[in-house]
């Protein structure tokens, strides 16, 4: 028995070294690169692998089939826990090869690369009045080239959490070092060179920011995107003034603009040729107003700002999403010099619960957007405003469209009358066509040719889409000029741009594939629609796991660039007042002493419009 025993033993430790032998053999005769995944996306491809025994970092090259390689910039180079990752950006469309080398002592292992096969890149839709031959600079892709290619001309920073207080533009430190001083040059001298900032993990708020608020003034030509499919701005919120041909891409915004009334992006005054595509908006964090407990909303269009394309952007249950033509208060906004051309297209307005958009004054055009349980309303139409909503699909939307001061936007259910002010607060009319759309399971929804009180419609329903809409259409409460009717700007070939419209139902489809980050990003959040269709409060679960939401980036180009702010140790101990119960508060990491001469009032000189406190 005891025999026995022993052999058992002697069998089980000798099987224990044959695999441990058969493990380490295979990692020692691992002749190439082991690819995971690799895939081809809107103007750009990514590939990832395992980790390549012996290697001290990795080269990556690109082509497209049947042309030369060519090596990626070393930022887009990234480690995560368990495998790497690197991303080809500024891709046209076509098919592509990504090929991954590992080096060593700064030598490539040439025999141990490794190739993907063919990856499908498709274009980004470059639709819209940010694309209209009439506008002031007839494009709005920023720093690339309408073909998705950067442009020769283009300066391209990375910036990480790490580095966003210490990068410069080639080195240069005379053109600002850190992100705000290079924004704060740009704005003192008006320059408008091509830039383009990659945004690399998860970046928390820049030191000297006012407000918590970056802002992009006097300036343009700029691409501000993320890399790969977890690039986020974590803590702060954007605002544009005087700039033109801007483009912001494939990136997060989250809980930012702490005690602010300011929404994630702000146009603020005369901003041209704008174009916000593929980003995520999240929660913000809470502003001054009762009303702002999930932030102040994802984008709003301001002051004389025109020419503006909001595309594929995923929004998560925000409180107020758009706004097209605010601050309404300025008298100035309410006439023909203020008119706005805004396009909102394949948006994903997930669980979010009103302004979708929001719009006051100028020509909107809103088509093949995915209403998808919203509790407040859809489209709302105000003051000197004409709304085209076209081949939408409006999924348990609970007021798909209103106009002010008349029909859904006044109605109340209980009584069964209508009240002066509304919901968008007894402005004036605006004016909806509606055509193609798709409305399923809506609370209330009445058109111009179904009404069962004279007057209290929310919406045109037209029997083509070049239909005119009727001058005797008009809004219950008009002005004295316009009488709140429709511009028929969507008919007028000297004002419209080209563009491919989907059936609602296909719309639903590609919005679902593409709105929003690379993959839709590496957040992920499923809204039980039972419980959250009809409710406009927080969810405390997603508020925490926003709040609570780290970053798994491990390291950039190898350890180059840094992924962390660098710990700065104090010189002295600091002096600490015996009555206090609070830390002093700490510098900010690196070098941002180093403002460009003439840069005096940056965080001061701009414009911040009081929004009216309403849904």
Known sequence: MKTNLK???????SLVFLLSAVSFSAAANQTTVSLIHSEGWLETAYVTWNEYSGADGYNVYCKQAGGEYFKLDDELVRTYPGYFRADALGLPEGEYILKVVPVKNGAEITDASAETGALSVMKHAREGFAFSKNSPYGTSSGAYNDDGTLREDADVIYVTNGNKDTVTINGDESLGVGLYNILAYRESKKIKTTLCIRLIGRVDEPALTDNHTVRFINTGNITLEGVGDDALIYGWIITLKRSSNFEMRNFGMMYGGEGTTGSAVVLDTDNKNFWAHNCDFFYGAPGKDADQIKGDGAIDIKSRSDYVTVAYNHMWDLGKTCVSGGPWENSNMYTDEAKIYATYHHNWFDHTDSRHPRCVV??????????DGN??????AAMKTSVFSENNYYRNCQRPMIIASQGSDCYNSETGTYN??????????GMIKSYGDVIVGAKRFYTYQNTPDVGEFDAYIANSRDEVVPETVTAKKGDEVGKGTYNNFDTDPSIMY????DTAEEAVEKVKKYAGRVNGGDFKWTFDNAAEDTNHEIIPELLEAIKSYKS???????GAVPVEPPYVTPTSEPTKDPDATSAPTAKPPGDITKIPTGVTSYAKDWFGGTEHVCR
């Open 375 to 380: 509790a407040l309303y859809g489209i709302g």
């Open 498 to 501: 080209e563009y491919s419209v």
């Open 7 to 13: 052999r058992r033993l002697c069998l089980i430790i």
């Open 362 to 371: 100028g020509s909107n055009h809103v088509y093949n957007n995915y209403y």
């Open 552 to 558: 798994k980036l491990v390291a950039v180009a190898g």
């Open 420 to 429: 002066d002010k509304g919901t968008l607060s007894g402005q004036m009319g």
